[in-house]
């Protein structure tokens, strides 16, 4: 039953990350991946978030799956992230590219570790 879960789960990711991506891409022309950009580190803080409730206050393992790796798995990616910077690199904004991989690369880490220190799991 629990892959059921895990897999609704990251039906429900997968759209949110869709929305979210589109909403703000919308809002903000510029040669900066802005909608990938929040959605990857905002996934990365609720992971922190989620890891953090996991080891400091017990959340369940099933819990656990479902959101972090069903919804956040889904919400989140990788290839998103490495497609955003060739992207920028085959159209010529190859600083962009690199302020972009820099960002996320430093961004991420520091919004999980955020999560965590909230949650009591640093």
Known sequence: MIVVWVGLAGAGGAVGRFALERWITARHESPFAWGTFVVNVSGSFALGVVVGLATAHGLSRDLRLVIGTGFLGAYTTFSTYVYEIVRRVESGNRQIALVYLAASALA??????????????L
């Open 108 to 121: 991420g880490p520091a919004a999980a570790a955020v999560g965590l220190a909230l949650t009591g799991g």
